[in-house]
């Protein structure tokens, strides 16, 4: 076996959160009066955390008061419907569970809020992850190695022996930093081009590959 502990982003590599990242960002752009935007553009706003996200969103020039208003009112809009649209990509349930039967442990390591991570990690997964964490006061986002040398250490496990699964710059940015393989996958919301313009070397196409990857 290659690895013994394997770690998701959430959104865009385990989850399809996009349509309700977009319905949320837009709720609350209208609510305070101000522009909406494509679900092509909310994509292209997310990876970096909910704050990155607001700041992406609002209009230029927009007051750091404001936008902290708008987060607040974004992350209570978003905790009462981050399940509206959201689903699991194909094959990734079935790819999680070949893992567990195998004795990898899985860990998700997110930018999301720490309470949607938690939240949609048991929603979608219930009993498919050791390990769930999102952003959080006082721990550096990602791509920043915080939490994933959190769960490395909380798991027993090396660096040696982890692997950091993901879609986007951001993701192959942390598992640089956090000194561990990374597999980086081509339906989320970054381009190929993207990820390889940003080093990624090992990109799959289906949630089978990174079982066989995985598993050696």
Same mark, same amino acid.
């Given at each position: ?25 837009? =709720?609350?752009? =209208? ?41 607040g009112d974004f992350k209570i809009y978003y905790g009462k419907h981050s399940a509206d649209a959201t689903k699991p990509y194909a094959g990734v349930p079935e790819m999680l569970?070949?893992?567990?039967? =195998? ?66 710059d951001v993701d192959v940015e942390t598992a640089k930093n956090a000194d561990v393989d990374g597999i980086f996958v081509n339906w989320g919301f970054r381009s190929v081009e ?23």
């Amino acid at each position: 076996m290659r690895y013994k502990l394997a770690m998701f982003d959430m959104d865009g590599t385990i989850l399809d959160t996009l349509q309700d990242l977009a319905d949320a960002t837009n =709720a609350v752009m =209208a609510m305070h009066g101000f522009p909406t935007h494509s679900v092509e553009a909310v994509r292209s706003f997310v990876g970096n955390g909910a704050l990155k996200l607001i700041q992406c969103a609002v209009p230029a020039g927009t007051d750091s008061a404001m936008i902290d208003t708008v987060l607040g009112d974004f992350k209570i809009y978003y905790g009462k419907h981050s399940a509206d649209a959201t689903k699991p990509y194909a094959g990734v349930p079935e790819m999680l569970r070949a893992l567990r039967a =195998a004795g990898i442990r899985t860990a998700v390591v997110s930018n999301k809020p720490d309470f949607a991570v938690k939240d949609l990690a048991d929603r979608y997964f219930s009993g498919l992850f050791d390990f769930a964490i999102g952003d959080r006061e006082g721990i550096r986002k990602k791509p920043a190695p915080d939490s994933v040398l959190e769960v490395m250490k909380a798991l027993g496990c090396t660096a040696a022996e982890s692997v950091y699964i993901g879609d986007s710059d951001v993701d192959v940015e942390t598992a640089k930093n956090a000194d561990v393989d990374g597999i980086f996958v081509n339906w989320g919301f970054r381009s190929v081009e993207t990820l390889r313009t940003h080093g990624a070397e090992v990109i799959v196409g289906e949630p089978e590959e990174i079982t066989r990857l995985i598993m050696g």
